[in-house]
Each structure stands twice: as C-alpha cells, then as structure tokens.
C-alpha cells in the first residue's frame, strides 16, 4: 500500500514513469514511489511481442516485454517501490492524492507529483462508425491484450481481420496478428498514403508488401460494421471515387488516433491544451499546477516508448531541482496551432524555463511548407520543412523564445500558405 508521504510521486509505471524514477534516484532523491492501475510495471510495451524497443534510450534491440522487464529490473535495483493494482482516484489537496489498492483506500502526499499516464487509441464508438455492436471489434491495445496477456490465440480473436490505420503503430497490430497466425484482408487509411517514415518504412516492405502481402489501400474509410453477434465484414467507401464495396472479415483492429490519458490531469484542474489534449506544459515539464509535473505520451499521444523514457529522464532532472528549492514559474504564455497543424509541444512558454525546441504534428502533407511563429501578428520565427507529414512529430527551434514578450499578445504557429 503506497505510504502516506513520499518526496516524489509517480503516476504511471510506463517507459517516462520509471525511466524518471531511476534518473531521480541516481539524482539523489531518496523517497520516490510509482503508482500504476495495471497489474505490472512495464506499460504497454510489455503487451507488444515484437522487437523495437530501447534503441535511443538504452541501446539495445529489445522485444516489448524484455524492454519492460528490463526496466523492472532496473528500477529494482534502484530501490524505487512501485505499487501495482493502485488507482489514483482523487485529489485531496494541492499535492494529495487518494487512491484505492487490493489493501484498501488511502491518501498520499509528495512534494513533487509526476503524472506519466500515457495514452490510449480511441475506440470504435468514438470514431462514429455506424453499425452494430458485434465482437470481434479491436483497438491494437485490446488485441494485444487478448493475444498476449489473455493468450487466446486466434480462437478468441477471430480468422480475417482489417486493420483501421496505416501508421507504426497498425504495423504492430498487423505483427500481433500474424503472430497468432490470422491472415490481414487489409489495411485502411483515409489519407493518401501510409505514415510509415524512416527507419521504420523497410518494416513495412518486409511485414506487409512480402511476408503478409497485405495491401493498404489508401482514401478509403470504414462506413460500416456488418454483423450481429459476431463481425461479418465492413462496408468501405472509396473518398474519391464514392465507390463502396464489402470486405469479409470477422475481425476489425482501430489503430492510432490517440488521446492521452488525461483524467488524473483534469480532475486536479491542471489546464489542458486543445491540440495536444494533454496537460499544458512549458521547457520543464511544469504544469499549471505548483509542484506537478507532466512527461511521456500523456502529453500529446503516442511517441515511441523509448522516446517516452528518454523524456522521463529529462523531466526527472527539472523535479530534483525543483526539490532543492527551485522556483515554480509563473505560468508563461501559450503557444496555440492553427490548421492543417494539430498540436505543439511544449506550449507554454516561461522565460525561466525556456525550450531550445518543440515538436509539432500536422493533419494534411505539405510540400515546402514555411511553419510561422507569431505573437499577435508579430512574426518571430520562420522555418521551412521540404514536406509537413502527418502522424510524425516534427521538430522546430526555440532560438525565437528570447524574442517573445512577457505578457505580451498569444502565440501561434501557423503554416504559410
């Protein structure tokens, strides 16, 4: 049972969550707990039976679980408890939190709160596809789940599936699949093209164009789920074309579209941002609340796991030097998209805790796109991308901070078009 006090808390035993605990402890904090709801540390990596894991932050090549357990192993040695089956349920003051565990309710308190939640694919029901309700209807998350922590095989997962997505995270699905030995009818994306980019492009010549021969057919959109108790097939409609036609298949796997998990966040009133869905936060992970602090994929969705350590490691620096008396800054200014853009992190800027860089995502491929730095109408900054691509982060420099004015107008990053 988490105790009533610690100097730091962690929320989440995910690749951020214990890559932070184990930089902290090697920083000299002496009290840090984890918390997670899941039944073992790890996240979701520990689901994902294949390799490509720990390249960045631990130089290896690892398989999900092994990429898990060996985090386990190290936050182990580094002495830092994680309490499992624990859920956050509340907060109770400034830095306390309640919680519920298998040993009954409580509350703790920290000096310094991480929320390291992740995210999740947003569901079926979510994304309006009309239809019944049958079985048979996955997120990569929930098939994983049934694969390889359930280990029913393909008898409770199905014998044809589609794959809704056409990004790293559906080739993950399509492995899963394939591990469990049920054929892909096809992968399904409404953009015009997969978002499968270097490094990971050879992946899918390999897993889906030679071994599987699973065609992703572009510009087309899943209009209906056909079935009663059990799926039949889809119903998908060709955008360009107009055309629909049915696909057989007893299987459909939503892949992608994230949305952090962000409940812990909003229930103790941090604000949030519109693009990313995640909490604000500026250079330092700070959030809008004093002595809370916020990192990995909770933050704006899905990067990879090892980014998400590497993230972790790089927020547990900024809570040690808060600990040490740091001040907490005043909330800075935000820094808001406009379409085709989706999201930006950071996007708060503090002049005490400026970001050298931020990453930003946009929903529509570009070509010799300019991105724009506005505060009001005052252009700060200017950067030309030969291609904006969507589901993949980009990267654009911080050198225009210093020339932001404190309390000035709102920020804004725009493409000029």
Known sequence: MLPEHAEVLIVGAGPAGLAAAIELKRLGVGDVVVADREPEAGGIPRLCHHIGFGLRDLRLLLSGPDYARRYHRLVQEAGVPVYTNTTLTGWQGPNRLSFTSPQGLG?????????????????????????????????????????????????GVGRRAVIVGAELVSLSALMT????????????????????????????????????????????????????????????????????????????????????????????????????????????????????????????????????????????????????????????????????????????VAADSPSSSFLFRAREFRREAQVQVYQGERLLHTQTFRHLIVNESMRFSGEWVKDAQPGGEALSLRVNL
């Open 107 to 155: 509350e703790i308190e920290a000096r310094a709160v991480l929320l390291a939640t992740g995210c999740r694919e947003r569901p079926r029901s979510a994304r309006l596809v009309p239809g019944s309700r049958p079985a048979g209807v996955f997120t990569t998350g929930s098939l994983q789940r049934f694969a390889h922590e359930h280990h029913l095989g393909s008898a």
């Open 177 to 348: 699949l394939t591990s469990i030995k049920i054929p892909v009818a096809m992968m399904v994306t409404e953009l015009p093209e997969p978002q499968l980019y270097f490094p990971y492009r050879p992946m899918k010549w390999l897993l889906a164009d030679l071994l599987t021969r699973t065609p992703v057919v572009p510009r087309a959109k899943v209009s209906n789920i056909i079935g009663y108790k059990r799926v039949e097939g889809i119903e998908l409609t060709h955008l360009d074309s107009g055309r629909i036609e049915r696909i057989d298949c007893d299987t459909v796997v939503f892949t992608g579209d994230w949305i952090p998990e962000h409940e812990t966040a909003r229930l103790g009133g941090l604000e949030m941002d519109p693009g990313t869905r995640g909490p604000q936060i500026d250079g330092a992970f700070h959030t809008s609340k004093r002595g809370v602090f916020a990192a990995g994929n909770l933050l704006r969705g899905a990067e990879t796991a090892d980014w998400a350590a590497l993230e972790g490691r790089r927020a547990a620096h900024h809570i040690a030097q808060f600990l040490r008396g740091g001040q907490w800054p005043e909330h800075g200014l935000s820094l808001q998209v406009e379409p085709p853009l989706a999201w930006v992190s950071p996007n708060i």
